[in-house]
């Protein structure tokens, strides 16, 4: 698995942790990824997920969301 190599390491979505987290800053995170403070000097690979469209974030959210329940 890819993301086993990640530095610092990806999170765990399955983690109860997230039952918590603001859904509108998952998707903001989602959105900028590594390209803003503190992320980039943290040394993140997150990319930014710009691409998708606003609906395709929140479904993605949505997913995560139900990964921590």
Known sequence: M???F???PAPDFNDTHYQSIDPAYLFWRIQVGK???PYR???SVMPSWQTLSNKEIWQLV???KSRSA
Request: charged share 20%; hydrophobic share 40%.
């Open 2 to 4: 890819r993301a086993a």
């Open 6 to 8: 990640f530095e610092p």
């Open 35 to 37: 390209t803003v403070e």
């Open 41 to 43: 000097s943290q040394g």
């Open 62 to 64: 949505a997913y995560l």
